[in-house]
């Protein structure tokens, strides 16, 4: 029989606003945005930016700049800021959930897609509307449903995005004779909207699917989003805060990582943000982005297992342990990043949090995961081949999980997929409030290459 416990217990007694103070305050600023970047294109269109050279052509295109995004911006001394706060300051400044000392993720999509610090107010209507679309079809369940038990928990999560897309508006309103280029944005936008509050209900359907005998728990209309996510897993209390951070800190990181650009590439053909997003999510599968967290996890296990059966992770033990490592050819898993050249701030929020949180801070794989963070960096220093010798995100975030007994780690990147969603249908909102171009970067030949690597560079 297939599943009905997933849609809301009383949609009938959640009111959606007529006319919600999010839309009015994001088209304000959509149409206060548009004429700088009419300037920018028109007056200054020809001024250079930037130098491409052929380690960047060849190199997966690293550091060029050529993306436009107000949503996030990552620098390499600082770490990511959210419409220009720091993670500290993000935390710090949005409303905070009911007896949490962390806000909602309701509170921080207002954030994401404005820019503007939300009121109370303001975030008890986008929650009330949050509750109202995260309502989803049955057909999605039944979809999902419908695959092999063993497939992936993300091809799952994948083939659930992009079976709604059939009820697309954005996709429907492209048809109409009164869709243009100034109003796309708002056709747009409720997809997005949906997109973002049905993820969760989804993702928490395939880990009770897959993980928990397909024992499934209905949406509890009066929890936020964290809140809610924690409940239909069957998660303690103290999960609600582990859900909000996790989902806030790995909702956006520039455009160029390749979650984000994929949707962002999908979505400049206009193809809807259920078509963009499943292309984002696997993107966000491969083992080079989002895959990477539950790698680390299990070579901290296996570390934790060689190195640590009952004896305290020392200094002298670590060290020696990352020496044996390194000697053996191997990498330390965690360690590094593409742009980033000091500690990752996501990893410190959530180190944060297990220093403040009775039994994390004493669990024995958090203690070998901090004791590597303490000796780490300066062995990877004094061995010289690391650009960064620095921890990031994911060398942190798979401990927590393993915590609260989600140790299924294949769906440790579903969890960054439902954050990540935040950010992708943020910035693709704003590609169509700006209409922006479909992306159309130009290729060379190995041969033009050689020539110019010959010339000294290319002859303009």
């Known amino acids: 029989m297939a599943p009905t416990i997933l849609e809301p217990a009383t949609p009938s007694k959640v009111a959606e606003p007529a006319l919600t103070t999010l839309k009015q305050t994001l088209k304000q600023k959509i149409e206060a945005h548009r004429p700088r970047t009419t300037r920018l294109l028109k007056e200054f269109g020809k001024v250079v930016i930037d130098q491409v050279t052929i380690d960047q052509c060849i190199g997966g295109a690293r550091d060029i700049r050529s993306l436009v995004t107000d949503i996030s911006y990552l620098d390499p001394q600082e770490g990511i800021r959210f419409r220009g706060k720091t993670i500290p300051e993000t935390f710090e400044a949005l409303p905070k959930a009911a007896g949490s000392d962390y806000p909602t993720v309701e509170s921080f999509w207002y954030f994401l897609l404005t820019g503007d610090i939300p009121t109370p107010a303001q975030v008890d209507e986008v ?30 999560l ?79 209390k103290t999960y609600e805060d582990v859900a909000r951070m996790y989902f806030i800190l790995h909702s956006d990181h520039e455009s160029g990582n390749v979650s984000a650009h994929a949707t962002h590439l999908v979505h400049s053909a206009l193809s809807d943000p259920y078509y963009a997003y499943s292309a984002g999510l696997n993107g966000l599968a491969g083992p080079l982005h989002g895959l990477a967290n539950q790698e680390v996890l299990d070579w901290t296990l296996k570390f934790q297992d060689k190195y640590c059966r009952g004896v305290e992770p020392t200094k002298e033990l670590v060290t020696k342990a ?33 220093l403040k949180t009775p039994g994390l801070k004493e669990d024995p794989l958090f203690k070998l ?92």
């Open 322 to 354: 990352l020496w044996d490592t390194l000697n053996a050819g191997h990498v330390v898993p965690g360690y590094g990043h593409a742009v980033l050249r000091k500690t990752d701030p996501r990893y410190m929020a959530q180190r944060e949090f297990c």
């Open 158 to 236: 994948s083939i659930g995005i992009l079976s709604m897309q059939k009820d697309s508006k954005f996709a429907k309103a492209y048809h109409d004779p009164a869709f243009n280029k100034m109003n796309a944005w708002e056709f747009l936008y409720e997809d997005a909207y949906d997109l973002v509050a049905r993820i969760p209900v989804i993702a928490a359907f395939i880990y009770n699917l897959k993980y928990r005998s397909d024992k499934q728990v209905g949406v509890d209309p009066k929890l936020d989003m964290g809140a809610n996510f924690a409940h239909m897993i069957g998660q303690t």
């Open 369 to 460: 995961v901090s004791m590597i963070f303490e000796v780490a960096p300066g062995v990877l220093q004094e061995q010289g081949k690391a650009k960064n010798p620095w921890p990031n995100v994911d060398a942190q975030s798979g401990v927590i999980q393993w915590h609260y007994g989600v140790t299924e780690w294949d769906f440790y990147t579903v969890l960054f997929g439902v954050g990540r969603a935040l950010g992708c249908m943020a910035n693709i909102t704003w590609d169509r409030g700006l209409g922006y171009a479909i992306e159309r970067p130009k290729s060379v030949t190995t041969p033009m290459l050689e020539k110019w690597a010959e010339e000294g560079g290319r002859k303009f």
């Open 127 to 156: 929650v009330a509307e949050w509750k109202v679309r995260q309502a989803v079809p049955q057909y999605v369940f039944e979809t999902i449903r419908a695959l092999p038990r063993d497939s992936h928990p993300m091809a799952m």
